[in-house]
Every structure is written in structure tokens, then in C-alpha cells.
């Protein structure tokens, strides 16, 4: 069964700086899809990236980029230049791309606090 | 473009009590899923549809839970009768197809039983 392991349940960095968040996974497939979601306290999840697992490039969105090692089956998010709207529980997800039941795997998450 | 909409965004019954929660999601998006996070955890999936059909209802606790979604858009997710430890906050979400460009959730409805 594929898992998802977030082996930081808590992380802190002063704002404007860079920090990353890791995520491993364990799968035997080879087709698959890679998402960090953002949760702020009270507030609603926002999906932040996603990486498709045969593409080598690894994904950015502005701030945010990953480091996709997938023969390590690591999947990092790095926020550079981290504001105080960043503070937010950070999960990682997993989601085979084969038959018909495609569900999210989630890790457990990581909580970061941006300090000013 | 509006987001999923939930309602309510709080609900406070006695044990026992049934209750309801309904979602709107993002037009276009023909799968919905329903799950239930409780605090400090990711979310646990309890019930997914494609269109009408609930394709994967294994996590649904089915004797006192129960889902619908009839015409294929909005959605009913109901706890009868509620039991202490169904607290938690429940999302919704919405995707077009498998899913693959990642899910898209509402701001959840948070349930305490008392």
C-alpha cells in the first residue's frame, strides 16, 4: 500500500527567509501524481503544487517550487522568501494515476509558523 | 469563478441529534468527495462521487452516515444520530475528472457534538 511520511510535524523560519518542508513516499507504481496542499489555522485547504511523476522538471509556483528525487521517492517544497500568510499546516499527497480508484494519500502534515 | 460553497461552517448538536451539511462545488467538476479531518490529521476520505454515483464509499460509516448527490451536483452528507466522537470539521471538495490537477475544497464545516 502507498504511504505518505512527513517527517517534520512542526518547522519555523523567520520571514523573508527560505525554508523546506519534507515529504517521502512509498509506492511500487510508476505513474503518479505529487500535491502539497496549504491549510491556514481556520481556514479553508489550498492546493499549493503539483508534480507529475514522469515529468523530470520539478514544478514551481512563484514562491514556491519542489525537489522531486523520484528514484529517492522524495518530494520536498521549498518557500523562499517566506511571508506571515505562509503560516499554515503543510500536507503532502499522493495519487496513483491507474484504475478507477484514485484517492489521495496524505501525509500527516507539518505545521510551519512564520515568525516576523 | 465562486469556489465549493459548505454550509453550515458550524454546528454545535447534542449526541444523538442528527445533522446535515450540504456542498456546492466548483461548476464543471463532475467528482465531489466528502471527507472528515479531525484536529492535528490530514483528511480521511469518507465518500466519493463521479456524477451521481458514489464510487467509493468504503470509509462511510453507512449506520449513521449517509450521502447523497441526485442530480450530480450539489451534495447532502448527513450524521444520524451523531455520536460524540463525530466531531470534527468536514470538508468538501471538487475536481473535473480523475482528480489528477489536484482537488479543490471548501472551508469546511465544523461539527462539535456535545
Known amino acids: 500500500a502507498q504511504t505518505v511520511t512527513q517527517s517534520q510535524p512542526e518547522m519555523s523560519v523567520q520571514e523573508a527567509e527560505t525554508v523546506t518542508l519534507s515529504c517521502t513516499y512509498d509506492t511500487s507504481e510508476n505513474n503518479y501524481y505529487l500535491f502539497w496542499y496549504k491549510q491556514p489555522p481556520s481556514r479553508q485547504m489550498i492546493l499549493v503544487i503539483r508534480q507529475e511523476a514522469y515529468k523530470q522538471q520539478n514544478a514551481t509556483e512563484n514562491r514556491f517550487s519542489v525537489n522531486f528525487q523520484k528514484a529517492a521517492k522524495s518530494f520536498s517544497l521549498k518557500i523562499s522568501d517566506s511571508q506571515l500568510g505562509d503560516t499554515a499546516m503543510y500536507f503532502c499527497?499522493?495519487?496513483?494515476?491507474?484504475?478507477?480508484?484514485?484517492?489521495?494519500?496524505w501525509g500527516l502534515g507539518t505545521s510551519l509558523a512564520v515568525n516576523p | 469563478e465562486a469556489g465549493v460553497v459548505q454550509s453550515p461552517r458550524y454546528k454545535i448538536i447534542e449526541k444523538k441529534q442528527p445533522v446535515a451539511f450540504w456542498c456546492n462545488p466548483i461548476?464543471?467538476?463532475?467528482?465531489l468527495y466528502w471527507y472528515r479531518q479531525n484536529l492535528g490529521q490530514g483528511p480521511e476520505l469518507l465518500i466519493r462521487y463521479e456524477n451521481e454515483e458514489a464510487v467509493d464509499d468504503s470509509q462511510l460509516p453507512k449506520d449513521r452516515f449517509s450521502a447523497e448527490r441526485l442530480k450530480g451536483v450539489d451534495s447532502t452528507l448527513k450524521i444520524q444520530p451523531a455520536e460524540l466522537g463525530d466531531s470534527a470539521v468536514y470538508l468538501c471538495?471538487?475536481?473535473?475528472?480523475?482528480?489528477?490537477?489536484?482537488?479543490?475544497f471548501g472551508p469546511g464545516t465544523r461539527l462539535t457534538v456535545l
Open positions: 461548476s464543471g467538476h463532475n467528482t
Open positions: 471538495a471538487s475536481s473535473f475528472m480523475t482528480g489528477l490537477n489536484g482537488q479543490y
Open positions: 499527497a499522493f495519487m496513483e494515476n491507474a484504475g478507477n480508484n484514485r484517492k489521495l494519500i
